[in-house]
């Protein structure tokens, strides 16, 4: 599974950018993860990109294959509440839920560290 990007807007986490930044975490059963993350792609691929107000997402799944983690930048929390009324998105957001747990949260970044180590 490989999205391309194609807009310039890419996730930028610095503290001095305002955007909104969700971070979902969906617990699953390792056999569904990969289900999972095709039902998030396809909704943010089809929907999610779409609406007004979003910056990018990336798809995360752990290595022992219980959860998935998207993290989303959107210009505001208006914005993100505008997509989740557009029902273009919900059948996929249903089907994921039959298969997995989801802990929502927004944050602001507050503080960004980089490490001295040189790239491989």
């Known amino acids: 599974?490989?999205?391309?990007?194609?807009?310039?807007d890419v996730a930028t986490i610095s503290p001095g950018r305002k955007p909104?930044?969700?971070i979902n975490v969906f617990t699953v059963e390792p056999a569904n993860q990969q289900q999972l993350l095709e039902l998030l792609a396809r909704a943010t691929e089809t929907s999610v990109r779409h609406a007004p107000g979003f910056i990018?997402?990336?798809?995360?799944?752990s290595l022992d294959g219980t959860?998935?983690?998207m993290y989303a930048q959107w210009r505001?929390?208006?914005?993100y509440q505008a997509m989740r009324e557009n029902p273009t998105a919900m059948p996929f957001l249903q089907r994921a839920l039959?298969?997995?747990?989801?802990?929502p949260g927004m944050y602001e970044v507050v503080e960004v560290f980089s490490g001295?180590?040189?790239?491989?």
């Not at 599974?1 to 310039?8: F, H």
């Not at 001295?116 to 491989?120: S, V």
């Open 1 to 8: 599974m490989s999205a391309s990007n194609t807009r310039a």
């Open 20 to 22: 909104v930044t969700l």
């Open 56 to 61: 990018s997402a990336s798809l995360h799944r």
């Open 67 to 69: 959860k998935v983690t």
């Open 76 to 79: 505001s929390v208006a914005d």
């Open 98 to 103: 039959a298969i997995a747990k989801l802990y």
């Open 116 to 120: 001295t180590a040189p790239e491989h």
